[in-house]
């Protein structure tokens, strides 16, 4: 095994200790380090070897549930999964990696009490290097947009944007003003992928089926707008499955705008392209994702996009113990017909990428030859509310309940740990059996908004 220098940086290496340092906990940084403590558990536990992991989070996001986290489908805390119990061997350090200097193999980085103690950002030295720090919702210079929108990337934006829904029909419920029942009642979202598709899906149909609720709301009452600026949505399911879910949407009212942008969103005015104007308090923006900032404050090398140049054995190419995998990096894909075709920075191949990443930051520590990164897109599922779906796997074409079912089984052996599979099938029966929540819990936001308010201090004025 190859061993590591001596005391280099401020947190130092341990003599005859290999550190390999993992940047990120998503999905290529947790299951990396997790197929590491698995494969290194002797080396491990003889302290030849150390796994340190820098996220942001100490949760790993299983993103795909995010939808149904927001609808209501699934608690919360069962869409995330908690590294420190999975990682046991790992040292997890909840920080940001904000630089790296590959070529002195140290990297500089802030925790939560960085601020307090007042001594600046930490360096630690490491001899492996794994990139994961996935990616970052990707903005446009859109006014009013940084004020206005929200995103939804992350369960705390998920589970925000399902109260505030619901907090939309309360308003709506309860003014006089038509002006504002209209905005209240007006959602939009801009970009048609996975995240804008599915979260658009399954609240249309959680606010539809809460609608019944409420004397003086009903679902035609309620205007759902997805902006889009390509001719299609959904262009990972294929052309066909593509217009199959327009025209479903559709169906349900749903006012789908293709070649349309979001020009301004200022004043809670959704200005489009084609000239229309909609008054909404809702913007959803789910137009995109770009490489995370962290990866210009490196010396690795990045393509024209940002991302890691890596090579098929998923080494950053030209460098020497450097890893990269997942959004963060552009991995050649062997199997494409077309030379120079990268494998799409998706779930799929970035826990399959993390396998072969772990399995080859162990065969170089045991001067083994390295394996290529190889697998074939077996295809895409989409959820589009509860009992609706598209699917498009390996050749077939699925819509409907088939489809809705195969995007609930195809995830549910993706989520990590018997743990979550377990919790998750269980509110899945559960709800199945009894009626949905339709409960706002807006007051999570601020937690001391009422003891505030009794020791004398005002409530928080609320941004929606």
């Known amino acids: 095994m190859v061993k590591a220098a001596i005391s280099r940086g401020t947190t ?52 795909p549930f995010l939808p149904e986290a927001a609808a209501g489908s699934i608690s919360p805390r069962h869409v995330v999964v908690p590294l420190r119990r999975v990682l046991d061997k790992c040292r997890i350090v909840i920080g940001e990696v904000e630089t790296v200097d590959h070529a002195k193999r140290t990297a500089t980085f802030t925790t939560l009490a960085t601020e307090e103690e007042g001594t600046g950002p930490v360096q630690i030295a490491y001899d492996h290097l794994v990139m994961a720090p996935g990616s970052i919702a990707r903005t446009l210079p859109v006014p009013g947009l940084a004020e206005y929108a929200i995103g939804f990337k992350t369960v705390e934006e998920a589970i925000g944007l399902r109260n505030h829904v619901i907090e939309q029909m309360d308003i709506a419920s309860s003014t006089r003003d038509p002006a504002i029942r209209d905005a209240a009642l007006t959602f939009v979202f801009v970009g048609g992928g996975y995240a804008g598709v599915e979260a658009l899906g399954e609240l249309e149909d959680m606010a539809r089926y809460a609608s019944r609720y409420y004397h003086n709301i009903k679902p035609e009452d309620m205007k759902w707008i997805l902006v889009e600026a390509t001719g299609r949505i959904l262009p990972e399911v294929g052309e066909e499955m593509g217009k199959y879910t327009v025209r479903e949407l559709r169906r349900r009212n749903i006012d789908v705008r293709l070649d349309t942008r979001l020009d301004s969103c200022e004043d809670r005015v959704a200005v489009l392209s084609d ?110 509310g509860l009992h609706k779906g598209v699917a498009h796997v390996y050749g077939r074409k699925l819509k409907g309940y088939p489809a809705w079912f195969m995007h609930r089984v195809y995830h549910l052996s993706r989520v990590p740990t018997i743990n979550r599979k377990s919790r998750v099938l269980a509110e899945w029966t559960l709800s199945g059996l009894f009626k949905r929540e339709i409960v706002s819990l807006g007051s999570l936001e601020h937690p001391r908004a009422e003891f505030e308010l009794a020791a004398g201090g005002e409530r928080p004025k609320e941004s929606s």
Not at 28 to 54: D, N, P, S
Not at 281 to 303: C, E, F, I, M, Y
Not at 317 to 330: L, M, R, S
């Open 12 to 63: 130092p290496v341990p003599p005859d200790c290999v550190r390999i340092l993992v940047v990120g906990g998503g999905y290529v940084g947790m299951y990396t380090a997790l197929r590491l403590q698995r494969k290194l558990k002797r080396e491990l536990k003889r302290g030849e070897v150390e796994i340190v992991v820098i996220t942001p989070d100490p949760y790993m996001t299983y993103q």
């Open 275 to 384: 000239g229309a104007r909609h008054p909404t308090r809702t913007v959803v923006w789910t137009a995109g994702v770009k490489p995370h900032p962290v990866l210009a404050a490196s010396d690795l090398p990045l393509n024209e996009r940002g991302r890691l140049t890596c090579t098929a054995q998923l080494t950053v190419e030209g460098t020497t113990h450097a890893w990269g995998a997942g959004d963060a990096a552009a991995v050649p894909d062997v199997t494409a017909d077309r030379p120079g075709t990268e494998c799409a920075p998706n779930a799929q191949h970035a826990v399959r990428q993390a396998k072969v990443l772990g399995d080859n930051i162990v065969a170089s520590l045991h001067d083994r030859p390295l394996q290529e990164y190889t697998h074939k897109y077996v295809g895409s599922v989409a959820s589009l």
